[in-house]
């Protein structure tokens, strides 16, 4: 099956957060790029679910999947860790889906659409497959003008991991997965993910402001999301007990990030080390940031000022 755009999902237990997005994205997600032909797929990696509560999604979305919109996916084993999902997950996809672009989906995400936002998501899609960028980190904002920025900021560098979304090209996807040591990380798989996509061309990976209304529950709970109970996802994974307070730095990924196999153990030339002061999933060496950094090339021209003044002017 060939598609323009692939959205990986890969879920664990967690039954109405996948059931809701599901149906955003059959509702609103999907509709919006289609309309800018541009041809889609959820592929929903799904661990720890229930036979009959797949069945009871197939058969709610039996239109989707008969058109190729959605892939459900079940795993065929379980895991042991975060990097050994991911390959699992890209390994389904790859064998299903020919794709041009893949994007990361969290499964408690939300996609609270209008008439921009929409048409910012067509054209940073639409605009990324006619340049053949290696990766675009979708961010917030509270602005519907979309302005690209250079991937990483040198002034206070972290890895722009999946900030609500990364979109990475397959080209990329297909780099991560010859990557030997992918499958052993027990925490940050998105962070190598951005990582690979970064060191192999600075200048080809942008920021993406200007999707506003696309939410995370985590960091931006809204009237429908607030105080729902997360419970499942990858927590469970790492052996996070949700009745116990979670590691004060690194949350529930915490003992898994201090114990596990993680960023700066299988690219030590880009992430720091423990000893660090931005020792965080995703704290990178200003070495690294010199030695890969983009040139001011493309979207990197953006004066920054300039783009400020003019999401102020936007807001």
């Given at each position: ?19 809701r ?29 229930s ?49 041009r ?12 659409a ?74 940050g ?11 192999g061309g600075?200048e ?25 109970a997360m ?18 730095e ?49 979207f ?16």
């Amino acid at each position: 099956m060939k598609r323009d755009i692939a959205i990986l999902i890969y879920s664990r237990g967690r039954e109405s957060l996948l059931a809701r997005l599901i149906d955003d994205l059959d509702r609103s997600y999907m509709p919006a790029l289609e309309a800018g032909d541009l041809s889609a797929c959820a592929f929903i990696y799904a661990q720890n679910y229930s036979g009959a509560y797949l069945d009871g999604l197939r058969q709610r979305h039996a239109a989707a999947i008969e058109a190729g919109r959605l892939i459900l996916c079940e795993a065929e084993r379980p895991h042991s860790c975060i990097g050994e999902v991911f390959v699992a997950a890209a390994d389904a996809m790859h064998a299903r889906v020919d794709y041009r672009l893949a994007m990361l989906m969290d499964d408690d995400s939300l996609y609270r659409a209008d008439a921009q936002v929409d048409a910012n998501l067509r054209d940073t899609a639409r605009l990324f497959l006619q340049k053949g960028d290696r990766a675009y980190s979708l961010k917030l904002g509270p602005a519907r003008v979309v302005e690209y920025w250079p991937f990483i900021d040198s002034a206070g560098p972290i890895m722009p991991f999946k900030e609500k979304m990364l979109w990475v090209s397959r080209a990329v996807m297909e780099e991560a997965l010859a990557f030997p040591a992918f499958a052993a990380l027990a925490v940050g798989e998105d962070v190598v993910l951005a990582a690979i996509a970064w060191r192999g061309g600075a200048e080809k990976c942008f920021g993406v402001f200007g999707l506003g209304t696309f939410l995370h529950l985590g960091f931006e709970p809204d009237e429908e999301s607030a105080g729902l109970a997360m419970g499942g996802g990858y927590g469970e994974l790492v052996g996070y007990d949700e009745t116990k307070q979670a590691d004060p730095e690194l949350g529930k990924y915490g003992a898994a990030f201090r114990g596990g196999i993680v960023p700066h153990t299988v690219l030590p030339e880009i992430f720091v080390g423990p000893e660090h002061p931005h020792h965080t999933i995703s704290g990178i060496k200003p070495e690294a940031v010199a030695h890969y950094g983009a040139r001011d090339t493309g979207f990197s021209r953006i004066d920054r000022k300039a783009a400020i003044g003019k999401t102020l002017e936007a807001g």
